[in-house]
C-alpha cells in the first residue's frame, strides 16, 4: 500500500469516527455561553439592579455626599439601570434565536446518525427489540428524550422572548403580553432544572462507564 493510499484511508476513518461533528460542538459551547449569560441579567436585574433596593441603595450612598433626591428620582435612576441590564439580556435573547436556528438549519446537514431525531429514535428501537442491558437502554431512551423536551423549551422560550422585545409592533396580541411573559419566565426556570440535571448526569456518568464526554464535545469524540 502507498502512503498517499495510507493517507486517504486515514482520512476517511477520522470522518467516519467522529461522534460530534464541529459545527454541533460550536453550536453547543455557543449555547451554553449565550444561556448562561442571558441567566446572569435575569440574576442581576432580581437581585442588584432591582428597583427598591437599588433605589433605597442610592438615596443613602447620595445623602452621605449631602445631596438630597427624591424618592421619584432614585427609581427613575434604578429603573435606567435595570433597563441597560434588560437591554443586554435581549441581545443575548436575539443570539439564542440565531442559535437556534442555526440548530435546526444544521439538523438538516447532519449525518444519519448524528440527527436528534434519528437518535431518539434508535433509542427507542433499542428499548423495545434488545432484552439484554434493558436499564442501558431505558437510561438511553431517557437522556434522548430529555433533550428533545430541552429544544422544545428552547424554542418556547426564544418565541416568547422575540414577542416580548417586539411588543410594540404587537400591538394586536398585547392582551396575551402577562401569559407569554408568564411562560417565559417558566421556560427559565425548566431550562435552569435541564442545566442541573445534565451538569449532574455529566458528573456522574465521567465516574462511571462513560468517561470522557465533555472531552468528547470538545475534540469531537472517537465513535462507535
Known amino acids: 500500500?502507498?502512503?498517499?493510499?495510507?493517507?486517504?484511508?486515514?482520512?476517511?476513518?477520522?470522518?467516519?469516527?467522529?461522534?460530534?461533528?464541529?459545527?454541533?460542538?460550536l453550536w453547543h459551547w455557543a449555547n451554553?455561553?449565550?444561556i448562561s449569560g442571558s441567566l446572569i441579567t435575569v440574576l442581576i436585574n432580581s437581585t442588584i439592579t432591582d428597583d427598591h433596593s437599588t433605589s433605597s441603595f442610592l438615596k443613602d450612598e447620595l445623602q452621605k455626599s449631602n445631596v438630597s433626591i427624591s424618592n421619584d428620582q432614585a427609581r427613575s435612576v434604578a429603573g435606567a439601570l435595570s433597563d441597560r441590564v434588560w437591554d443586554v439580556h435581549v441581545y443575548f435573547g436575539y443570539f439564542l434565536a440565531a442559535l437556534l436556528l442555526?440548530?435546526?438549519?444544521?439538523?438538516?446537514?447532519?449525518?444519519?446518525d448524528?440527527?436528534?431525531?434519528?437518535?431518539?429514535k434508535n433509542a427507542y428501537v433499542q428499548f423495545k427489540t434488545i432484552k439484554q442491558n434493558r436499564q442501558e437502554s431505558r437510561h438511553e431512551l431517557a437522556v434522548k428524550s430529555l433533550y428533545a423536551v430541552?429544544?422544545?423549551?428552547?424554542?418556547?422560550?426564544?418565541?416568547?422572548?422575540?414577542?416580548?422585545?417586539?411588543?410594540?409592533?404587537?400591538?394586536?396580541f398585547k392582551a396575551i403580553r402577562q401569559s407569554v411573559k408568564s411562560v417565559h419566565g417558566f421556560c427559565m426556570y425548566l431550562i435552569l432544572g435541564f442545566i442541573a440535571v445534565h451538569i449532574a448526569g455529566?458528573?456522574?456518568?465521567?465516574?462511571?462507564?462513560?468517561?470522557?464526554?465533555?472531552?468528547?464535545?470538545?475534540?469531537?469524540?472517537a465513535g462507535d
Open 150 to 172: 430541552f429544544y422544545v423549551l428552547l424554542a418556547m422560550m426564544v418565541v416568547t422572548g422575540l414577542f416580548l422585545a417586539f411588543e410594540d409592533a404587537m400591538t394586536p
Open 114 to 120: 448524528q440527527k436528534v431525531i434519528r437518535r431518539i
Open 1 to 25: 500500500m502507498t502512503n498517499k493510499e495510507a493517507v486517504r484511508m486515514d482520512v476517511v476513518h477520522s470522518l467516519k469516527v467522529k461522534k460530534y461533528s464541529a459545527p454541533i460542538r
Open 102 to 112: 442555526f440548530r435546526l438549519l444544521l439538523e438538516f446537514f447532519q449525518l444519519a
Open 202 to 221: 455529566v458528573f456522574l456518568a465521567e465516574r462511571k462507564d462513560n468517561k470522557g464526554i465533555v472531552s468528547d464535545m470538545i475534540n469531537g469524540g
Open 32 to 34: 451554553a455561553v449565550v
